[in-house]
């Protein structure tokens, strides 16, 4: 604290101290993840406990094509027909519930999708990753307690950050190096060691024209 009219002399010392106190931007600890499902607005909770996987997809792929149906579908209203149609089509049998099998079956039948999911709200644990690389993403919450699916409908909201990579699905609030874009060119995946010496001597050639 520095009185107005305080005075200094050229030969006075200064010190300046900074605290800096990070504010907690995650999850408020206490609470279950299906608590914070029902209150974030984030997050549509799947309703139907059995074959939640398949729902969730049905409405997260609803949303994302602006189907008149997505506010029914939210809410669990019929559902029954495409849930029926997608189990039907892609050849998936959800009797033992929906793992990692399941989800890469859903991706291969779903190639015009990308489907991701986190486990829970920690931004850094995707539990899936689909190897589509459609602009059309379809991410779900793993409630691990729980062993549900529920659907992602604004992922910064969610999961509490300011930013997304779209290379690599990396949230952040302030700065983030993107390993599967090349430095150089900004292609994807990197270039290789060859590749960024081809292109610095091509640079290089244009630059001496």
């Known amino acids: 604290m520095i009185q107005s009219n305080a005075r200094f002399g050229l030969s006075d010392r200064l010190e300046v101290h900074l605290d800096h106190v990070r504010m907690h931007a995650g999850i408020t ?11 974030k607005k984030s ?3 799947v309703k139907a406990a059995p074959n939640c996987l398949a729902y969730a997809l049905i409405i997260a792929m609803a949303r994302v094509n602006g189907d008149p149906n997505y506010k029914s579908y939210s809410n669990g209203r019929g559902l029954k027909k495409p849930f029926e149609d997608l189990l039907k089509a ?5 009797s033992n519930g929906g793992g990692f099998e399941e989800l890469r ?5 779903l190639s015009d999708y990308q489907i991701i999911v986190f486990d829970g709200f920690n931004p850094d644990r995707i539990m899936f990753n689909g190897n589509s690389r459609s602009a059309k993403k379809l991410h779900l919450l793993y409630d691990r307690d729980n062993e549900h699916y529920n659907v ?9 950050k300011k930013y997304i990579c779209k290379r690599c699905h990396t949230l952040y609030d302030f700065t983030h190096k993107c390993d599967k874009v090349c430095s150089l060119c900004t292609a994807t995946p990197p270039c290789t ?9 091509l640079r290089k050639v244009f630059r001496n024209i």
């Not at 600890?29 to 209150?39: C, E, F, P, Q, Y």
């Not at 892609?90 to 959800?94: A, E, H, I, Q």
């Not at 079956?105 to 039948?109: A, E, L, S, T």
């Open 193 to 201: 060691k060859d590749h960024a010496t081809d292109g610095f001597s």
């Open 105 to 109: 079956q859903f991706q291969d039948y």
């Open 29 to 39: 600890k206490g609470r279950s993840l299906d608590v914070m499902n029902a209150i």
């Open 152 to 160: 992602i409908t604004n992922l910064k909201g969610a999961m509490a």
């Open 90 to 94: 892609s050849g998936v049998y959800l």
């Open 43 to 45: 997050i549509v909770t």
